[in-house]
């Protein structure tokens, strides 16, 4: 299709890097809920000067999309019971009233990973393997730190073919606190790229010929994650599970997030727009999504649950919070300032219902698509300082 050919071509030339010397963002600050501020303020910094002139005023005027929208009505969940509601029907329609899968992947301990091997602090990689429907599968690299480390595992997807640079220069920080980190790909992209022996596709919206009332492909990119985290929780007992995703890895970890709530803490990065402000994007073309992120090849999933809902859903219940970062000059997709549009609503529902936090945080700095040096600060400044979460073992709600 013509929006995921342009999207793709776009990416293959990014190279993940940043714009030379840049500093900053504004912050989009509306969170809400009972989180304890941390004890210093997040990292802030100047619009990156150089990036603005290189873009027109659509990146820095709300799109006539935005006007006039009554974001409140488009979210359409009022209180933890209708979270935990919301999120069974969501279960139930990717894997057809089987729950959230208990299955363990295959593993095999300390393997030789060239790409990993130059990771401070490392200490060994486990491969992770999770055999799929259709003869397809998943390899997910749990990498983990030496000790000591600090109890807590973070789990990173990678989006759409992204270079790898960027994946590494995330999971390093989060070894060198003491972080395991499950490293994730998405179906046909790095190390899951398919073998002659799987579907013999390479588009995601190739997946479309394999939904039906029996079966949900949506399972080839949310199940490689639970069954990875069963693993996690049976033999490594994090006390608390972070994600982090970029573009459509970004998507993942807002859908997941929603989905399981042992994931307490989520920043999913350059990763969606609800559809109002998706054609409305400066890069509309590329921002539509492939056939997984779009309501209307959809309808049975984005119909239980759309967007802004999924953000709420990732941000309630007792310590859980999500922090969105999207990228104003973004290269690709999701750019520009509509999102300040439903920030306060969001962030307003979440606090009503309870228990979590969301917000935002608008980069500035640069022009690519990719997790920023200061996207980064500000994730692990939020890592570091807000320890206001439950552990695993005080969740009642997550699933068995």
Not at 305 to 320: E, H, I, K, N, S
Not at 335 to 351: E, M, N, Q
Not at 363 to 382: E, F, M, Q, R
């Amino acid at each position: 299709m013509t929006d995921r050919l342009t999207r793709r071509g776009l990416l293959g030339g990014l190279g993940g890097a940043t714009a030379a010397g840049v500093l900053g963002t504004p912050h989009v600050r509306a969170s809400a809920g009972p989180c304890t501020e941390a004890a210093t303020p997040r990292p802030l910094a100047p619009v990156n000067r150089e990036a603005a002139a290189r873009h027109g005023v659509e990146y820095r005027a709300m799109p006539q999309a935005a006007v006039g929208v009554d974001v409140e009505s488009m979210i359409t969940m009022y209180s933890a019971a209708e979270v935990a509601a919301r999120r069974a029907r969501l279960i139930a329609y990717v894997w057809k009233r089987a729950g959230l899968p208990t299955r363990l992947p295959r593993v095999q301990t300390d393997v030789s990973v060239p790409l990993l091997t130059a990771l401070p602090h490392l200490r060994r990689v486990d491969e992770l393997s999770v055999p799929l429907a259709y003869g397809m599968s998943s390899k997910v690299y749990h990498v983990l730190p030496r000790p000591p480390g600090n109890g807590r595992l973070a789990v990173y997807h990678n989006g759409h073919g992204e270079p790898l640079g960027t994946m590494l220069t995330t999971v390093a920080p989060l070894l060198q606190r003491g972080y395991s980190v499950q490293i994730h790909a998405m179906p046909y992209m790095h190390w899951n790229a398919p073998s002659p022996a799987e579907l013999g596709e390479t588009s995601h919206d190739e997946f479309a010929r394999r939904e039906s009332a029996s079966f949900s492909a949506l399972t080839f990119f949310l199940e490689p994650v639970a069954v990875a985290l069963n693993h996690a929780v049976r033999v490594h007992r994090p006390t608390s599970v972070q994600m982090v995703g970029l573009s459509g890895g970004g998507w993942t970890t807002t859908v997941y997030a929603a989905i399981d709530p042992r994931v307490t803490r989520s920043y999913p990065v350059a990763g969606s727009l609800p559809p109002y402000l998706r054609g409305a994007s400066p890069n509309a073309a590329s921002s539509i999504g492939d056939w997984e992120q779009r309501g209307d090849t959809l309808p049975g999933f984005y119909g239980v649950a759309g967007y802004l809902d999924l953000y709420v859903m990732a941000a309630t219940g007792p310590g859980r919070r999500q922090l969105q970062i999207l990228n104003r000059f973004d290269s690709c997709c999701f750019s520009g300032i509509g999102h300040r549009s439903y920030v306060a609503a969001v962030a307003h529902r979440a606090g009503l219902i309870g228990g979590g936090g969301w917000d935002l945080q608008e980069d500035a700095t640069h022009d690519g698509h990719t997790i920023s040096p200061y996207a980064l600060s500000v994730i692990l400044h939020d890592l570091d300082t807000r320890r206001d979460e439950r552990t695993l073992s005080d969740q009642r709600d997550h699933p068995r």
